[in-house]
T-cell receptor, first 113, second 115 residues
Framework: GENVEQHPSTLSVQEGDSAVIKCTYSDSASNYFPWYKQELGKRPQLIIDIRSNVGEKKDQRIAVTLNKTAKHFSLHITETQPEDSAVYFCAARGSSNTGKLIFGQGTTLQVKP | GAGVSQSPSNKVTEKGKDVELRCDPISGHTALYWYRQSLGQGLEFLIYFQGNSAPDKSGLPSDRFSAERTGGSVSTLTIQRTQQEDSAVYLC?????????????FGPGTRLTVT
């Protein structure tokens, strides 16, 4: 079935360093890949997304890259700040017409001041 | 405008009781999704509504789970004869449909605890 694997499960960086989170997906027909940030006790917030016809997208300090051939995509956060500390989830939109998202297991990012 | 809202925010129930969880999507969003998030886990798809119909119920874990949507807006997720393994945060999301709109916006969730 459809599956998304996410690594690492936890990531600790010093403030100002970069953080990279990687995901792989199983359904080659997936065409949309969002990233969500979830702070403790809060709702998941969409921070960036990418579609299958684009290889890279950037928004200020965050960027996402997509390799369709290898079926993997990555989130890059540069110049990390303590407020970036949260759980980050990747997801892939399934190939069915329902648009349901298949989520990775999440990465807990800790940015140390 | 107003985002997705859910109620109650927390629900504690005894094993064997029925519970109803409510979701109010963003006005004008025709697609509505229910997901479940167990402690420390990712989000697990439960059911999808387009308007009032549910073309994809493939994520419902058992026949104790059901959902409905009325007026193309509010949705209710019902869990009958709750079990301890049903304890989780239940999240609702809504989305526009058409013209390549894929973004899903989440509500704050309902934390369900079955004792």
């Amino acid at each position: 079935g459809e599956n998304v694997e996410q690594h690492p499960s936890t990531l600790s960086v010093q403030e100002g360093d970069s953080a990279v989170i990687k995901c792989t997906y199983s359904d080659s027909a997936s065409n949309y890949f969002p990233w969500y940030k979830q702070e403790l006790g809060k709702r998941p917030q969409l921070i960036i997304d990418i579609r299958s016809n684009v290889g890279e997208k950037k928004d200020q300090r965050i960027a996402v890259t997509l390799n369709k051939t290898a079926k993997h995509f990555s989130l890059h956060i540069t110049e990390t700040q303590p407020e970036d500390s949260a759980v980050y989830f990747c997801a892939a939109r399934g190939s069915s017409n329902t648009g349901k998202l298949i989520f990775g297991q999440g990465t807990t990012l800790q940015v140390k001041p | 405008g107003a985002g997705v809202s859910q109620s109650p925010s927390n629900k504690v129930t005894e094993k064997g009781k029925d519970v109803e969880l409510r979701c109010d999507p963003i006005s004008g969003h025709t697609a509505l999704y229910w997901y479940r998030q167990s402690l420390g886990q990712g989000l697990e798809f439960l059911i999808y509504f387009q308007g009032n119909s549910a073309p994809d119920k493939s994520g419902l874990p058992s026949d104790r789970f059901s959902a409905e949507r009325t007026g193309g807006s509010v949705s209710t997720l019902t869990i009958q004869r709750t079990q301890q393994e049903d304890s989780a945060v239940y999240l609702c999301a809504s989305s526009l449909v058409g013209q390549g709109n894929y973004e899903q916006y989440f509500g704050p969730g309902t934390r369900l605890t079955v004792t």
